[in-house]
C-alpha cells in the first residue's frame, strides 16, 4: 500500500507542476493593442480563478485519501510508523498545494495590478489629450 501512496502522490505532484506550467505559458503572450491585452487579461484571471478552484477539490480529494489512509494504520496493531508516514505525505502534497495556491494568486494580483496600470496609462493620456484640444482663452 505505501508503494501506492508514493506512486499517486509523486502523479499529483506532476499533474499540479504540470498545471502551473500550462498557466504560466498562457501568461506569456504580450498583445499590443489595449482591448485584446483586456480580453487577454480578463481570459488569463479567469484560467487562474478556475485552476484555484481545482486546488480546492483536489485538497478535498488529499484529505479524503489521508482519512482513508489513517483508518488503515488505525486498524494495525503497530500503527505508530504507519501514521507517521501518512501524516508525512499528506503535510508534504498539502504543502505543494499551498505553494501552487500562493504562485497563482501571485499571478492574479500581478495580473490585476497590469490592468490597473493600463487603466490609468489610458486615463492620463485620455487627459492630455483633453488638454491639448482645449481651446486656449485669448
Same mark, same amino acid.
Do not use: N, W
Given at each position: 500500500?505505501?508503494?501506492?501512496?508514493?506512486?499517486?502522490?509523486?502523479?499529483?505532484?506532476?499533474?499540479?507542476?504540470?498545471?502551473?506550467?500550462?498557466?504560466?505559458?498562457?501568461?506569456?503572450?504580450?498583445?499590443?493593442?489595449?482591448?485584446?491585452?483586456?480580453?487577454?487579461? !480578463? /481570459?488569463? $484571471?479567469?484560467? @487562474?480563478?478556475?485552476?484555484?478552484?481545482? #486546488?480546492?477539490?483536489?485538497?478535498?480529494?488529499?484529505?479524503? =485519501?489521508?482519512?482513508?489512509?489513517?483508518?488503515?494504520?488505525?486498524?494495525?496493531?503497530?500503527?505508530?510508523?504507519?501514521?507517521?508516514?501518512?501524516?508525512?505525505?499528506?503535510?508534504? !502534497? /498539502?504543502? $505543494?498545494?499551498? @505553494?501552487?495556491?500562493?504562485?497563482?494568486? #501571485?499571478?492574479?494580483?500581478?495580473?490585476?495590478?497590469?490592468? =490597473?496600470?493600463?487603466?490609468?496609462?489610458?486615463?492620463?493620456?485620455?487627459?492630455?489629450?483633453?488638454?491639448?484640444?482645449?481651446?486656449?482663452?485669448?
Amino acid at each position: 500500500m505505501p508503494y501506492l501512496t508514493l506512486m499517486v502522490h509523486r502523479s499529483l505532484s506532476s499533474a499540479l507542476r504540470g498545471l502551473a506550467v500550462s498557466l504560466a505559458f498562457a501568461a506569456a503572450p504580450f498583445c499590443a493593442q489595449a482591448d485584446v491585452r483586456a480580453d487577454f487579461e !480578463a /481570459v488569463q $484571471e479567469a484560467r @487562474l480563478r478556475s485552476g484555484l478552484v481545482a #486546488l480546492t477539490e483536489e485538497r478535498q480529494h488529499i484529505r479524503g =485519501r489521508y482519512a482513508e489512509q489513517e483508518m488503515d494504520c488505525l486498524e494495525r496493531f503497530f500503527s505508530a510508523s504507519c501514521l507517521e508516514g501518512v501524516r508525512q505525505r499528506y503535510a508534504r !502534497a /498539502v504543502r $505543494e498545494l499551498e @505553494l501552487l495556491q500562493e504562485s497563482m494568486e #501571485l499571478q492574479i494580483r500581478q495580473v490585476q495590478a497590469g490592468a =490597473r496600470q493600463r487603466a490609468r496609462q489610458e486615463a492620463v493620456a485620455q487627459h492630455a489629450k483633453a488638454i491639448e484640444t482645449r481651446p486656449t482663452k485669448p
